[in-house]
């Protein structure tokens, strides 16, 4: 009934097996692909006809992690996957990133891709799985794609590369790097990283490119095997070749003249207006829709024909220099720290907030539950590119860019245990005109270090860019959101004075050269020192305290056997002390207690109430308590948190005493003297030694009584 076709091989000293033909059969192409005891089912389906009128590649990626791969059942009411994690976003974007260019040009037919993890061993990440299933998937579809690539992790410790670390492995290595690649090239990386030197990223990139090969290999003969027919390659429409004679002899000069306009605003709408003059020469439904990539390549013929002729850009910088920047903190008033990061045309408004441990993001993975201290979310507004758009919840751009931001700024967090707060960074890009999340780099430096955070390091980030045209090649520092578009490359770094902390990158073409990330790396290298330097004009390291409107975090550490007490039975007796004091309080199961309150006041009368509670009672020390029951023999005093005593009816006053209540009842305020412990350890307490109005000790000035 089956047909099975399978690729084993032994990658990194674990088994990689690539299996088609059992599951999935209807889909164009589907693998089942398993690392260890990973394994994610790829399956790749492409329409069998364009949809019309389209300008762009309509290719979807979806990643999803079933609970059961884990053996886990989902939380919630409905006991079911719902909307996509943001893990689950990041590894679609992961995928989608590197098999995006390779699909031949002017193919227009709706494809998806679905990876679906099914099992997990939680020691190899599903997403290098899933990216060389998906690889495998569309190599054998039998649709137009140049594949296939291959994709690995790859770790650094103690100066040696490693090749898919276990997940356990990644914490403890200085870098976690993913890329992807062909047999000729790099395609994607995105990483995170330690501070390292530009040579020893560039170093594991080259070492996953050349891990790779193997499993490139493997795919092939795996297509060799059972590969369908591959469909035919979509032809030029015949309108193309006429309309881009038309359009180029009516209009490029006037889209030179508008690619000479520094301003973006003026120059888009220059343009617009020279597009609208070619479109009304057009006669035909046909030619209208050949001319929107006839303009598309009209644009980047004169953008990037005159960067590489003369090594003058759009704004007139040439490819090394950053264009000007501004740099703001303590903007808003309220915010616990804010800056304001202004490069050119792009901007970011960024504020940290600080917050406690009850404010940590509490995540459910497949590897199990976590908490994060620290959250970075960025946001894109239409206003900030001259729109009017509708506002929905962050969508899979913004998602990346926040986390790029966040594996920048992550190796330079302080620990919780030096800086017991929880952080959150909100990035508002409030304008943009290329490499918003190399701004929300800048602007969450200077707004942590505004709010007092003790940054490892400043850190800055910088977008790279490329014109190539066959061996001719120009690297451009700083990119202008028109240079990314009719671009070739769009290669990020972020990091500190030191080292690199993310670098990130993606082509639309095929490949690159080892010789051109270099190049891109020296001279991202030279550009962040640059912004550095103007970042210091505005603030060089973490204020010395937090603002005046932030909660002061006071940490104690207790006897484990106290925790309980602090909390009271059912967590009563920490909830008083929060409904009382106004402060907040988070205990450690190592007994490390957190109280945060921004009235100092509040926070020192929570800090006594628990110090009352973890105290233990000292002979001859005079404390304030209330009486909580009274008996023939004596009263009940509550004196040390939630301890109580007993004060002997000997010791009630200094003369004889008939009965308990002549002298005190239920709930009075009395000060008390710890005299002695029974035999049982309980404490015995009196309140004849000390003067009740003033609480001065009487010792032996006071006369005996009748017992």
């Known amino acids: ?161 490693l090749l898919n670390p276990a997940q356990q492995d990644v914490a403890t290595s200085d870098l976690d790097l993913l890329m992807a690649g062909t047999r000729e090239g790099v395609l994607m990386v995105e990483s995170q990283a330690n501070a390292l030197s530009e040579d020893v990223m560039l170093g594991a990139v080259m070492f996953g490119h050349k891990a790779c090969q193997p499993v490139i290999d493997a795919i092939i003969e795996l297509a060799e095997a059972c590969a369908k027919e591959p469909r035919d390659v979509p032809a030029q429409a015949p309108e193309v070749a006429s309309v881009r004679e038309k359009l180029s002899a009516a209009i490029t000069g006037d889209l030179q003249d508008a690619y000479k306009v520094a301003d973006k605003t003026a120059r888009q709408d220059l343009v617009a207006t020279a597009k609208k003059k070619g479109t009304e020469l057009l006669e035909t439904d046909a030619e209208l829709n050949a001319s929107k990539e006839v303009l598309k390549a009209l644009e980047a013929d004169i953008v990037r024909g005159s960067i590489l002729d003369t090594g003058i850009r759009i704004d007139g910088r040439d490819t090394k220099t950053v264009r000007p920047i501004v740099c703001e903190v303590g903007i808003l008033p309220r915010a616990h720290g ?220 207790i006897n484990k056997d106290k925790i309980r007490d602090i909390i009271g039975p059912g967590g009563k007796m920490i909830r008083e002390i929060c409904e009382v004091t106004g402060a907040k309080i988070d205990i450690d199961d190592d007994g490390v207690v957190k109280v945060a309150a921004v009235d100092s006041d509040a926070g020192q009368a929570a800090i006594d109430w628990i110090r009352s509670i973890v105290a233990e009672p000292e002979i001859g020390v005079i404390y304030n308590g209330k009486v909580v029951k009274t008996v023939d023999f004596g009263a009940f005093v509550n004196f040390l948190g939630p301890r109580d005593g007993l004060v002997h009816i000997s010791e009630l006053l200094p003369g004889r005493v008939n009965k308990t209540t002549d002298v005190v009842n239920i709930g009075d305020a009395v000060k008390v003297k710890v005299i002695g412990f029974d035999d049982r350890g309980k404490v015995k307490l009196s309140m004849k030694t000390v003067d009740q109005e003033t609480g001065a000790d009487l010792g032996d000035e006071v006369a005996g009584g009748d017992a």
């Open 338 to 557: 804010s800056a304001l990061f202004t490069r050119g045309e792009t901007q970011a408004l960024v504020v940290t907030t600080l917050g406690t441990g009850q404010d940590e993001q509490i995540i459910d993975a497949l590897e199990g539950e976590y908490r994060e201290h620290f959250m970075l979310h960025y946001n894109f507004p239409p206003y900030s590119v001259g729109e009017a758009g509708r506002m929905f919840g962050p969508g899979r751009r913004e998602i990346g860019h926040g986390k790029l931001a966040w594996r920048a700024m992550r190796p330079l967090i302080p620990t919780k245990e030096s800086f017991p707060y929880t952080l959150r960074v909100v990035s508002e890009v409030t304008e943009s005109n290329g490499s918003s999340s190399m701004a929300t780099v800048c602007g969450t430096s200077m707004a942590l270090m505004d709010a007092g955070v003790p940054l490892v390091q400043p850190c800055a980030g910088i977008a790279m860019g490329l014109i190539k045209d066959g061996d001719r090649f120009a690297v451009l520092s700083d990119i202008l959101g028109d240079e990314d578009h009719l671009g070739d490359m769009d290669f990020k770094v972020a990091g500190t004075e030191t080292g690199v902390t993310s670098l990130q990158m993606d082509i639309k073409i095929t490949s690159i050269t080892e010789e051109i990330m270099r190049i891109a790396l020296d001279q991202a290298r030279d550009g962040r020192l640059h912004i550095l330097g103007e970042m210091e004009k505005a603030i060089t390291s973490g204020r010395d305290g937090v603002s005046d409107h932030a909660p002061r975090v006071t940490t104690m550490q």
């Open 1 to 161: 009934m089956f047909e099975v076709y399978r690729k084993e091989i032994n990658w990194g000293g674990r088994k990689l097996v690539l299996e088609t033909g059992k599951i999935a059969r209807q889909a164009d192409g589907a693998v089942m692909a398993s690392l260890g005891e990973t394994t994610v089912l790829c399956t790749a389906v492409g329409a069998k006809t364009p949809k019309p009128g389209l300008d762009f590649f309509p290719l979807t990626v979806n990643y999803q992690e079933k609970t059961f791969a884990a053996g886990k059942i989902p939380g919630g009411f409905f006991k079911r996957e719902g909307r996509p994690t943001e893990k689950e976003t990041l590894v679609s974007r992961l995928i989608d990133r590197p098999i995006r260019p390779l699909f031949v040009k002017g193919f227009k037919n709706e494809t998806q891709v679905i990876c679906t993890v099914l099992s997990h061993d939680l020691e190899n990440d599903p997403d290098v799985v899933a990216l060389i299933g998906a690889s495998a998937a569309l190599t054998i579809s039998g649709l137009p794609f140049l594949g296939p690539i291959g994709g690995c992790r790859v770790g650094y410790k103690d100066g040696e590369y």
